[in-house]
């Protein structure tokens, strides 16, 4: 007989007057049940876990009392203090923190199919996503995977990716120039997701936001888009979500957020069904609604929504934010001036005068280098977790049991002295070009496995396209070099107030 039905038989047919001290003893017993970790999960003596637990809740209270603005300092407190493996318990949901290369490896490569996204990961994020490959499980997400990759695989989509990065580039440098004859500073950060999110709207649907038209005005889809993402990120940490939504402005919030960006998603869709295609080249929407399920049927709109904004996130947030990490970290106090000097030397070497071509990118290895450096220090998704569905044993010994969620933080590794050595915090974009190969638990930044990031190419391209057209022209500076721009809590790792930079024309400069 389970304690509730226990409990429940008792009261039934215990005297009144002795219920009062039943309950008592009941509430005495959960309490010394419950008293290090959070009702719903399992007690585990064996794992390190941060003070701070209470009965019943775990740590909950401790979870909620960080400013969202040093929710990465806390992990990174608990790796110096407990070790790469420690766990928290909140009720209902335990995890299991795993912050070494080994690890990550065998939860995301070894023993791939003991993972999953999981039914809460689907639950917090469903607003955003739906059923698209970032919430995806099993053949669903399996087969969103193989026609994902067959898109992005394809030479000639990558070539027609570079031509729209370059005319929406040319947009950018218009921009740029007016800043810098007029002196004034301009928002990098904003600058950035303005570019990726028009590039990724002529890229995916065949049409621009408008954002680099008006680049100092809001876009209502990216604001929107920006909310939502903060929100749903928000409930990982919040088992009472649904409670908390349902009787404050959030709820209301999420819910106009959510009609506003899949109405437009929607209205995409419509408008190209009406138009038809016309294009040479086929953009990703294109595909997806040239695509079969495997009954043969065309896939339905509200799945085509699900692929839209999906992608949107892995397209435009990802790649504007380690563009405005990179910059901030080679124009910091601290920094090596000769990394800047030997970036736009390459720059210059390789495009000589000229626009980027789809082969010049290969000869910027000293720019890739720049990239993957600021990805390992401030990675696009610093956090992230699977939910363990068959007992396993992570190869350090941990038991990790079903039901139970495995975590890792990139930010936390990519800081990391015992992973990357004792300069790990130093900005060093020479450690990816002396012919080092990292494996993909070390550098995880575009996760690891079958998950790997398919977009990876693509979010290169576009990188290269970025460093190389501006660095011909202009030279940009921190408005305050001392300053670390505070990150935002989200899916991924934006900046929260902006990055200010002044921009200047070079002195010598080939005209493009």
Known sequence: MAITDLFKYVLEHASRTNNLKLLLAFSAFFLYKYRSHAVGTR????????????????????????????????????????????????????MVQGDSPELVEHV????????????????????????????????????????????????????????????????????????????????????????????????SFGETFGCMDDIESEVDFAVAFDDLAAITFDRLMDPAWKIRERFTSVGKKVTDDRNLVRDHAFRIIEKRRAEGYHKPNKDLLQLFMEAKDDEGKPLPDEYLVDIILTFTIAGRDTTAQALSWMFYLISRDGTDKEIMKTLIQEVDEVLEGKLPTYESHKQQKYADACFHEALRIFPVVPRNLKLCVQDDILPDGTKIYAGECFSWSSYVMGRSEAIWGPDACEYKPSRWIQGQKFSQGKFNSFNAGPRVCLGMNFAILEALTVIGMILQKFELTLVDSGKMPPYGVSITMPMMEGLPMKVTRRKAVVAI
């Open 43 to 94: 007690r585990r003596a064996d794992l390190k876990t941060p003070k701070g637990a209470v009965p019943f809740l775990g740590h909950l209270a401790l979870m909620a009392s960080i400013p969202g603005t040093k929710l990465y300092e806390f992990y990174e407190k608990n790796y110096n203090e407990l070790g790469p493996v420690w766990s928290i318990s909140l009720p209902f949901f335990r």
């Open 108 to 203: 995301l490569k070894s023993n791939f199919w003991a993972y999953e996204k999981g039914p809460v990961v689907r639950d917090c994020f469903g607003d955003l996503f739906g059923n698209g490959i970032f919430t995806a499980d099993g053949s669903d997400w399996k087969w969103q995977r193989k026609m994902a990759s067959h898109i992005f695989n394809v030479r000639a989509f990558r070539e027609y990716t570079n031509d729209i990065f370059v005319a929406e580039g040319q947009k950018m440098l218009a921009y740029l120039g007016k800043a810098a004859d007029e002196g004034t500073p301009i928002d990098f950060h904003a600058l950035m997701l303005h570019f990726t999110l028009d590039s990724f709207g002529a890229v």
